[in-house]
């Protein structure tokens, strides 16, 4: 059975930094994506950052220049750091692994709309 376990979160006054942590537990594809989402409080969920098998990274524009995704696959965690945080950086920050789908050859085929979710992890940002 699969885990993912959120740490990290907290408040902070902006311009602060938090670095969010997210342990996997179960079996996970390392060839398999992981990211980040956050959802405030009457507004979408969002993706933040998303890092590939293949270790290429994805941002959503608010984000790109002050957080970090990062993934350890020999400890099976995903971490976000994020530095000059802002009053609109507040949510609940959620970790997700995508979901091995079948190996067809060399190639493993995952899939993120029906991922793995941890539990989430409040960031708050006081201006």
């Known amino acids: 059975q699969v885990q993912l376990v959120e740490s990290g979160g907290g408040s902070v006054q902006a311009g602060g930094s938090l670095k969010l942590s997210c342990k996997a537990t179960g079996y996970i594809s390392e060839n398999c994506g992981m990211a980040w989402y956050r959802q405030a409080p009457e507004k979408e969920r969002e993706l933040v950052a998303g890092?590939?098998?293949?270790?290429?990274?994805t941002y959503v524009d608010s984000v790109k220049g002050r957080f970090t995704i990062a993934q350890d696959k020999t400890t099976n965690t995903l971490y976000l750091q994020m530095n000059s945080l802002k009053s609109d950086d507040t949510a609940v920050y959620y970790c997700t692994a995508d979901r091995r789908l079948f190996d067809f050859g060399e190639q493993t085929y995952c899939t993120r709309s029906d991922a793995y979710w941890g539990q989430g992890t409040q960031v708050t940002v006081s201006s």
């Open positions: 890092v590939n098998s293949d270790g290429t990274t």
